[in-house]
């Protein structure tokens, strides 16, 4: 499986300790650890609201909300020049148990990992995010849309069938014009 694409997260999501495997799982594929001789040395960088404990060759920000500007800041300062292949999205938001608020702000949220994917992606790069159904989603996904070739919905297998999570996938980042 090449290391930007993100279906392979999608099938290693029913691990039990999920984020401890994940962030293993994403240095070995993307070769952050230069492991893969010939092959290009990725980077793996995770943002979480809890405490994330470090990982070897990979960059963690824990204790950080993605939707403030000094942890977008700290990932593009860590990023320098580079440009990313991948951004995967599991977050969610705490849920506050009104069902229209949590959908208001997953797609807060999803909005916001997309305007910066759209800053901060190379072309042909591949974008996942967590999302849960709700009315705003066909709009979302129309948005996506016009920066990637493919935009498509998926389940992994690991959901319950009656769980209103599903994922965005989106292939083929054409760009954007600045």
């Given at each position: ?87 995967l999205l599991d ?47 066909p709009k979302l ?38």
């Amino acid at each position: 499986m090449p290391y930007d694409d993100p279906m392979w997260w999608i099938k290693y999501r029913n691990i039990t300790y999920k984020r401890f495997y994940l962030r293993h799982i994403a240095v070995k594929q993307s070769n952050a650890d230069g492991a893969s001789v010939g092959k290009p040395k990725g980077m793996v960088i995770g943002v979480d609201l809890l405490q994330i404990y470090p990982i070897e060759h990979a960059v963690v920000y824990g204790n950080s909300d993605f939707l403030r500007q000094e942890t977008q800041d700290k990932l593009r300062a860590t990023l320098g020049d580079r440009r990313l292949d991948c951004v995967l999205l599991d977050m969610a938001p705490n849920a506050t148990g009104f069902r229209a608020l949590d959908q208001e702000n997953i797609t807060t949220l999803c909005y916001s990992v997309l305007r910066f994917a759209l800053l901060m992606s190379s072309p042909k790069a591949s974008l996942l995010m967590k999302i849960w159904d709700n009315g705003d989603v066909p709009k979302l996904e129309k948005s996506i849309n016009e920066y990637y070739d493919s935009v498509k919905r998926v389940k992994p297998r690991a959901s319950r069938d009656d769980s209103s999570e599903n994922f965005i996938l989106a292939r083929g980042f054409r760009g954007i014009e600045r």
